[in-house]
């Protein structure tokens, strides 16, 4: 698949979703988790399949009828460590690709949390499940109870 279209196809289904689940539950007051957004398309499409940053940009705000996220967690782990933990399972298409297209998706996500601090939180993925969901959780509550008083 060329890179192109991987990024349209990514994009009409991330239109789709936020057109008809998120924005309608923002709207209705509701609290939205996705585990993933515009951010995957930025490091995956962007930085590993070197498509233009300022293309994706201009795509991104169409599709996404501009709704930004409010809080981003980036669980973070060394490439090898991550690609070691799930050689068991049947890896889909992107999870098969080389070393170095995993390292430039870290990469880009580490350049975004850097970019845009205000909102990323950037988790250690090499600590406990138990412990990564605390922080999480944790961190989760901080921001409602923030947007509430």
Not at 33 to 55: C, H, K, M
Not at 65 to 86: A, C, H, M, Q, S
Not at 100 to 109: G, I, M, S
């Amino acid at each position: 698949m060329l890179p192109e279209t991987e990024m349209l196809l990514y994009m009409a289904s991330r239109s789709q979703h936020t057109g008809q689940w998120i924005i309608p539950a923002l709207q209705e007051g509701k609290i939205v988790i996705s585990d993933r957004y515009y951010d995957s398309t930025i490091a995956y499409q962007g930085a590993a399949r070197e498509l233009d940053f300022n293309i994706i940009e201009k795509i991104t705000g169409f599709a996404t009828y501009n709704t930004e996220p409010d809080l981003t967690f980036l669980i973070d782990l060394p490439v090898e460590l991550g690609l070691k933990r799930i050689k068991s399972r049947q890896l889909d298409r992107l999870e098969m690709e080389t070393i170095d297209f995993h390292e430039k998706v870290r990469e880009q996500y580490l350049k975004l949390a850097r970019l845009y601090d205000y909102r990323f939180r950037l988790i250690d993925g090499d600590n406990l499940v138990d412990s990564i969901h605390q922080s999480i959780l944790s961190q989760v509550n901080d921001v409602i109870m923030t947007h509430l008083t």
